[in-house]
């Protein structure tokens, strides 16, 4: 089923409810999947020298939020990140906001976005500074992902980090050994207190005291930035995910993940 044809449907009722509440990029996001490869965004004429057969092809309007677009970005992006692999094991480092939060950081979207990536880049490089067998400045690819698989509001960020990095002081190359880079327990705790002071001009409602990052090794970093491709260009969710549509309610399947299994819902 299309995104397009939903929206089509469902437009007017929408916006009679919620047209009101919602940003100016929302609207911009409805428009440019309902006009996507329409006259709207001009034409390419093909044509056939031989037998003098012309045809038109409309262009694509380029909205991250267009289930049609970004399929040639997100595969440039995945070249880009592949060029600069390093033959060493990678890790994936996840930093969450509590639950408890995600409301306010809804209201302030922009600036703590900006926030989170700070406080983890900052907290993953003084990690590695400060480690022994490491001593240098880690190379970092940081990923916002907004929503999670049952597509829940829940930001968090996917942090992609070498296991070894340049130790200056000595000048060489150190390559960390086995399936460990850093204590998870301690990222968080360090994490938490740079954001938490970071964003101490807004008006914080109460956080609970141990927040969650997740640190693991995912092999030589390939699966991993192929994985954060899927979800970098494009919106939360996907036309093959949506299941049925009987006038009044739209129905869409999600991945649920639980420890040991994953479910289609």
Not at 61 to 74: A, E, I, K
Not at 101 to 124: E, F, H, P
Not at 217 to 223: H, I
Request: proline share 4%; glycine share 6%.
């Amino acid at each position: 089923m299309e995104l397009k044809n939903i929206i089509q449907h469902y437009q007017a009722p929408f916006m009679a409810k919620y047209g009101g509440r919602i940003e100016h990029k929302h609207h911009q996001a409805m428009a440019a999947t309902l006009n996507c490869r329409t006259e709207r965004y001009g034409e390419m004429r093909l044509g056939c020298m031989p037998c003098d057969v012309e045809t038109v092809r409309f262009h694509s309007c380029g909205h991250r939020s267009c289930p049609r677009c970004q399929n040639h970005d997100t595969t440039l992006w995945l070249e880009r990140q592949q060029q600069k692999l390093l033959p060493v094991d990678y890790f994936m480092v996840t930093f969450t906001l509590p639950y408890e939060l995600r409301d306010w950081v809804w209201r302030n979207q922009k600036q703590l976005y900006a926030l989170m990536i700070q406080c983890a880049v900052s907290t993953l490089k003084t990690f590695g500074v400060n480690e022994k067998k490491l001593g240098g400045d880690l190379g970092l690819t940081t990923v916002l992902h907004t929503h999670n698989r049952r597509l829940d509001y829940h930001p968090h960020l996917h942090v992609i980090v070498p296991g070894g990095c340049m130790n200056k002081k000595r000048n060489q190359w150190t390559k960390r050994q086995g399936d460990y880079l850093f204590n998870a327990f301690a990222l968080a705790k360090v994490f938490r207190g740079c954001f938490l002071a970071s964003a101490a001009q807004f008006r914080l409602p109460k956080t609970p005291a141990k927040w969650v990052v997740d640190c693991q090794q995912v092999g030589r970093g390939l699966p991993a930035l192929q994985y954060l491709s899927r979800y970098l260009y494009r919106g939360v969710i996907s036309e093959k995910n949506i299941v049925s549509d009987d006038g009044h309610y739209v129905t869409f399947r999600y991945l649920k993940v639980d420890p040991g299994f994953q479910t289609i819902v």
